[in-house]
Structure formats: C-alpha cells, structure tokens
C-alpha cells in the first residue's frame, strides 16, 4: 500500500500533478483544498469558518483539517492507499497524520517534496489567478500564502526527514517532465 504526501509551497504543481499519480498508482486523492472549497461552496458551518480563514491567506486550524481528513479515510478506504495533497501543513497535522494512519494499521510511505524557486512560484500563481478567477490567487494573499508555508509547513518536511520519508525533486519543467521525475521516486518504493 502507498501513502504519499505531495508536498512543496503553494503553486509548485502539486494538484497539476495529483491526477497523473492516482492515474498511475490508483490511489485515492485528499485534497484539502478541494475538501474545504466544497464546504464553503455549500456554505456549510465548517465551510463557513474556513471561507473567513482562507480569504485572509491563513491556514485552518490543525484540529478542523485532521477532522476532516481522518473522516475522509474512514468513509474511503482504498486499499492501494492515498495521495495526500495539502496535508499535513503544520508539524502538528504531521503527528496526527501518523497517528490516524497507525490507528488504521498504515503509514506515510513517502513525502514527495516539489522543490520549485520562489519567482516560479510567483508566476504560476499570477498566471492561476488569471486562468482560474480564483479569489484566493491575489498578490497580497499569495505573499502571506507563501510566509505561512515557509513559517508553519516547510518544518513538515524536517519530520518526515527524521523519519527518512522526504524524496525531494524539481517542480521545474514541463508537467510530463515533472511527473517521470515523481514516478521514479514512487517506483523506488515498490
């Protein structure tokens, strides 16, 4: 069974990639950030909570996301396993991460660390926010987006390094570039 966490800053071409790799592998996608724009579209109470959140470029709270994702698993057992995506953000969501998986007699295979240089960052999100409409793609956002990763999720990938679990690669490059470079890591595995 995999469990992969694909990580790195926000506009790195981790959601561009997600499918390719539950194509591949057949593994089930948790999104957090599809999870959570489905709540706030619905204007449920949690999508409520997080819609005030998110739109200041903030993270939800550690408790509310592992909510979430450890019901996602239970309602979606896969026995391939799962591409995490935007989760775990905190160190803390890393623990519960382990501990839910544990529970379910599973662990974090690997964490997929694509590693792409900030003005790339910068461009590909300036160029979503265009594409997409996305409310949460402005600059001022992004720029906090991006102190909130660096701050509160780049100490993720130290604790899955404790745990040799970090295969790192370069998110620059075409999408079928970057994809052989995540399956290699992946296969390495199996």
Not at 58 to 75: G, Q, Y
Not at 109 to 131: F, G, T, Y
Not at 149 to 169: A, C, D, R
């Amino acid at each position: 069974m995999l469990n992969i966490a694909i990580f790195g800053a926000p506009g790195a071409g981790k959601g561009t990639q997600a499918q390719s790799i539950i194509d591949k592998y057949n593994l089930k996608y948790i999104s957090t950030g599809n999870i959570l724009r489905s709540e706030i579209a619905k204007g449920t109470p949690l999508g409520l909570e997080a819609k005030a959140i998110i739109e200041k470029g903030n993270l939800v709270s550690d408790e509310l996301v592992t909510k979430i994702i450890e019901k996602f698993i239970a309602d979606n057992r896969n026995p391939n396993g799962f591409l995490f995506d935007g989760f775990p953000r905190t160190r803390e969501q890393a623990k519960n991460l382990d501990e839910i998986l544990k529970r379910e007699g599973m662990e974090l295979s690997c964490l997929l660390n694509m590693d792409v240089p900030r003005e790339e960052l910068i461009s590909r999100m300036m160029h979503r926010a265009q594409v997409e409409n996305r409310a949460d793609d402005t600059p001022e956002i992004f720029e906090n987006r991006l102190k909130e990763y660096e701050e509160k999720t780049f100490p993720v990938m130290e604790h899955y390094q404790n745990q040799g679990k970090v295969m790192s690669i370069s998110g620059v490059g075409s999408i079928e570039e970057i994809f052989v470079r995540l399956a290699e890591k992946i296969d390495s595995l199996l």
